[in-house]
């Protein structure tokens, strides 16, 4: 799979040091944002403060649907997987980083996982096969989804070489995962990806 | 068009003399033609049929084909999906445990009865048994296969696979369950059994050079098959077409298969071959041959029948036609009323008529048509019948000839209308009396009569007395009522005559001796009657030649001028030398001479001869020349004596013409007429024999005669007899009143001579003076007798 990057602008605005804007778009071949995307940028000094996002980890089945669908949590989190249906559930992953089973349950048990590998955990339900969710596990804290115009913007991010990955269950790539290494400059970085992806 | 050649064939060079076999040959075929046309139509619209209908279920199949195609696709992807979804299985094929993985393919392929299966994962490895070169493909094909495409068709050393593709979702897509179904000849057979036509299901791939081939290639090259193929790129529904496979020409429709990419690697041709798709109609054409060739038959049949029916007629009259034309009486039946009939009808007729004419030919061959009496052919053909028939018998036959006397005279003055019935009327005058024997009509006055008497020898002698007692009673035509006689000649055979022309002869010798016995009389042939018949037809040959050869000669014996005392003149005397009979007199001759028509020719000569002799003598010696009545009365006689005077030179005064009463017999007018015809030439006129026959003064009366001979039969008795005596002083008194000469003839002696001179008569000849002499003697005589005068 080939990773077409497409400069557009590098604005380059100045900035405080060590902290750096990066604005990601990220869209299909024919140009159409691609929603769900999540960014991740890896620096080479990890922040040794815990990392915690906004959006919990809880991941619901409602509806006959993983709620949220993707769910990005830091390395080492508990996720609940709380049924809200009046079905019962059968979740489960053959993921490399964890394979688990959560068989038959209704609402009145909420049960948990514990992440602590890094990576893509597909996740999916037994009875239910076109159910499919994804949590991804993560050690840094710049990750995040393309909101619905496939643009993404993670403030803060240390200016420097960083490694910056795209994941989406839709990219033709190993794991779905495109990874590039890249320079952040102090006034940012900006780059709109297109990927090529079912 | 080929209607020619079709006629010809029944024409010549085949000639087929007999026309029913012509017609029959015509009809049928036309017939054939006609046939043979509906039959190509048929087979033409058969065809088109055929393959219409064919390229339909060809086409309905393929749609067929297509659905059932797509059923076993379903089907199969169907049996992969189940597992791929098995939840142990997903367990196994994410932990990667590949003893479970490989006994879960091998379980699969018992269930969904494939022969190879596969689980592929993410990174390409392939689970399951197989060839490599399928393993190989099987590897790349899940990734490859573009979106929403779970099967593909593909083409690998190990041959054509079909391969169903499931993915295993967990539920992410961590790997696929790959079915390959290879299409080889056991697939095909099953597809094949689907159809309900058969059809032939074959899986073609690209050779090296792109070209669709089939395994085994048994299909080999061809650029039809190509276009074919190549038709079925954009809709996939290609119309069939006909190609030439290895199994014959076939219909064939095909699909083309999709594979790995845009280009298809393997296409599926079904095929309908043409023998197997036409093989019901085999039955329909087969059908119309047999009816085609039942009606040729039937048509022969019913032809010939026809054309029979038309030409035996024809034939029938053809057959009475040769039957008239071989002189049979050929008559034809008439059937029905058609122009056949009609023309049998006149045929008949035709033929009927020709009898008729031919029996009326006949009649009139055989009969006479005046009195309607059998003619002399019929009567000689009866007398030869008769003779025969009493030679056989020993029997006797008289045949009668029968001549009316005179009868010309009666035609001459009472017209030919009452000559003929006069005929008529003696024709059944002897029908009635000769009632027993054949009456027949021989020609001009002549008739006959065939007697075939058996028992009574006297009846020829009895019916000729019975018919001359008849004749007695004169005939009554027209108010003429005319006196006829009829003489009779009677012969009778065999005894006169065993062949029917000497009986005949003979019979007419008695006839012309009847004549001559006085007419109104009947005779008997007598053998002796033939031997002057000889005798005369000798003598008329030998009269031919005489004339020819120039066996006559004139004698001249000379007139003495009692007065003159000289002599005055010649008389010509025809003399015929016969080689062999010496010295033949004119009696004897000049009535043959008369009957044959040679009397004007003898005559002539003797007038040339007498004129040539006369020119040499002495001027006051004339010639005198006798002239037979007959000689007289031909025609140009006046010419005649012109040419001897002007051919001799001869002073007409020189020239005595001496002829008979007799001459007066028949029209005295013309007679008269003639005699001053001559004397105005200057010719002398002298009456001969006068004072025997039927001698009558008014002869003299009616023309100056110069002369008058006394016959010598008063001039021998007149010195004896004083009858005579006076008889010859009358005429020569008379003579001497009227101014004529007299000439007494046959002088002997002195006696007579005296009496002549005395009685005043003016000249005599005799032998007192001189026999006659030869010409040649004529000048000696006269310078001697001059001499002696003197």
């Known amino acids: 799979m080939r990773m077409i990057p497409a400069l ?42 815990p990392i915690h996002f906004t959006w919990g980890t809880e991941i619901a089945q409602h509806n006959i649907l993983f709620d949220p669908h993707v769910l990005i949590v830091p390395v080492g989190s508990t996720v609940t997987f709380p049924n809200r249906d009046k079905v019962r559930h059968h979740v489960y992953s053959f993921s490399k980083v964890i394979s688990f089973n959560l068989k038959l349950y209704g609402r009145e048990a909420v049960p948990s996982v514990l992440f602590d590998k890094t990576g893509i955990v597909a996740l999916g339900c037994n009875i239910h096969d076109a159910m499919s969710g994804f949590i991804v596990v993560v050690d840094t804290p710049y990750a995040v989804q393309t909101d619905a115009s496939g643009h993404v913007q993670i403030l803060g991010v240390p200016a420097g070489d960083a490694t910056i990955r795209l994941w989406h269950p839709s990219v033709r790539a190993p794991g779905n995962m495109l990874e590039q290494a890249i320079t952040i400059a102090p006034t940012g970085f900006a780059m709109a990806y297109s990927v090529r992806g079912k | 068009m080929r209607l020619a050649a079709l006629w010809k064939l029944a024409t010549p060079p085949y000639t087929f003399s007999r026309l029913g076999t012509r017609l029959a040959i015509l009809y049928a075929a036309l017939f054939t033609l006609s046939l043979v046309g509906v039959a190509v ?13 064919v390229r339909a279920e060809l086409a309905t199949s393929g749609a067929v084909y297509d659905r059932i195609w797509a059923l076993r696709a379903k089907s199969l992807a169907g049996s992969a999906e189940i597992l791929a979804r098995d939840f142990g299985f997903r367990t196994a094929v994410a932990s990667g445990d590949r003893p479970t993985i490989e006994s879960a393919i091998a379980n699969l392929r018992e269930r969904a009865d494939v022969s190879n299966a596969f689980v592929v994962d993410l990174t390409g490895n392939v689970l399951g048994n197989g060839p490599s070169d399928l393993r190989a493909a099987v590897a790349k094909v899940p990734s490859s296969l573009p979106d929403n495409r779970r099967d593909a068709v593909i083409q690998t050393g190990a041959g054509v696979y079909r391969l169903i593709v499931s993915p295993i979702l967990a539920p992410t897509e961590i790997g696929w369950v790959v079915f390959a179904v290879p299409l080889d000849a056991r697939e095909m057979r099953a597809l094949e059994r689907l159809s309900a036509i058969p059809l032939t299901a074959t899986i073609l791939h690209r050779d090296a050079n792109r070209h669709w081939v089939s395994a085994g290639d048994s299909i080999t090259p061809d650029p039809d098959l190509d276009d074919l193929v190549e038709q079925g790129k954009g809709t996939g529904d290609a119309a069939p077409a006909t190609l030439r496979l290895p199994q014959g020409i076939a219909f064939a429709l095909a699909r083309r298969l999709e594979g790995r990419g845009s280009q298809p690697e ?6 309908y071959a043409q023998n197997k798709a036409l093989a019901s109609y085999w039955s329909l054409e087969l059908g119309i041959a047999l009816a085609g060739l039942l009606g040729i038959v039937l048509v022969l049949i019913g032809s010939r ?14 057959a009475a036609a040769r039957a008239l034309e071989e002189g049979a009486r050929a008559r034809v039946t008439v059937e029905g009323s058609d122009e056949i009939a009609r023309l049998a009808e006149s045929f008949n007729l035709m033929s009927a008529g020709i009898a ?40 006797k036959v008289s045949v009668l000839c029968l001549d009316l006397d005179n009868f010309k005279s009666i035609n001459d003055t009472l017209g030919h209308a009452v000559g003929d019935a006069l005929l008529r009327d003696v024709g059944n005058m002897l029908i009635q009396i000769a009632s027993d024997g054949i009456v027949s009509r021989l ?20 019916l000729a007395q019975e018919i001359l007692d008849r004749m007695r009673q004169p005939f009554r035509v027209d108010s003429h009522t005319v006196p006829l006689s009829l003489s009779i000649g009677i012969a009778i055979g065999p005894a006169d005559g065993a062949d029917a022309d000497i009986l005949l002869k003979n019979a007419d010798l008695a006839l012309d001796h009847a004549k001559q016995d006085g007419r109104g009389t009947f005779h008997f042939f007598e053998p002796a009657l033939d031997a002057a018949a000889r005798k005369r037809r000798q003598l008329e040959l030998d009269l031919r030649e005489a004339l020819q050869t120039g066996q006559f000669r004139l004698n001249f014996q000379p007139i003495f001028d009692l007065k003159a005392n000289r002599i005055d003149g010649f008389e010509s005397l025809l003399r015929w030398e016969h080689p062999i009979r010496g010295d033949i007199t004119p009696g004897e001759f000049i009535p043959v001479a008369e009957d044959l028509g040679l009397i004007s020719g003898i005559g002539e000569w003797v007038l040339h001869e007498a004129c040539r002799h006369a020119v040499s003598w002495p001027d006051h010696v004339h010639v005198a020349v006798n002239v037979s009545p007959l000689q007289f009365r031909s025609t140009g006689f006046a010419n005649i004596i012109f040419q001897a005077l002007s051919r001799s030179g001869l002073a007409p005064s020189r020239l005595e013409v001496e002829i008979t009463e007799s001459v007066f017999l028949e029209d005295e007018t013309s007679v008269v007429t003639l005699l001053h015809q001559l004397r105005s030439m200057g010719v002398r006129i002298a009456l001969d024999d006068f004072g025997t026959g039927y001698s009558s003064l008014s002869y003299l009366r009616s023309f100056p005669f110069d002369k008058i001979k006394i016959d010598k039969s008063f001039v021998n008795r007149i010195a004896l007899d004083t009858s005579s005596a006076a008889i010859v002083h009358a005429i020569v008194d008379l003579a001497t009143a009227l101014h004529m000469e007299t000439t007494a003839e046959g002088v002997e002696d002195r006696d007579q001579l005296a009496c002549l001179r005395d009685q005043g008569c003016t000249s005599i000849q005799g032998f007192i003076f001189s026999a006659a002499v030869e010409g040649s003697q004529v000048l000696d005589l006269l310078g001697k007798r001059m001499t002696a005068a003197a």
């Open chain 2, 41 to 53: 139509v048929a087979q033409i619209m058969i065809w088109g049929h055929a393959r219409e209908s």
């Open chain 1, 8 to 49: 557009l602008c590098a604005l380059l605005v100045p900035a405080p040091l060590h902290a750096a804007t990066v604005d990601i778009t990220v869209h299909n071949a024919n140009g159409k944002p691609i929603a769900g995307a999540v960014i991740m940028i890896d620096t080479p000094r990890k922040s040794s403060a």
């Open chain 2, 356 to 395: 008729e004419r031919e029996r009326r030919i006949i009649h009139l061959a055989f009969h006479d048509t005046l009195t309607g009496l059998p003619n002399r052919t019929f009567f000689r053909q009866q007398v030869e019948a008769a003779l025969t028939r009493a030679n056989k018998r020993g029997e």
């Open chain 2, 305 to 318: 029948r026809l054309a029979n029916t038309i030409a035996r007629p024809i034939a029938a009259l053809d």
């Open chain 2, 443 to 462: 020609g001009g006055d002549e008739f006959g009569v065939i007697l075939a008497d058996r028992a009574d020898e006297d009846r020829p002698r009895a």
């Open chain 2, 266 to 271: 393997a296409a599926l041709l079904l095929s």
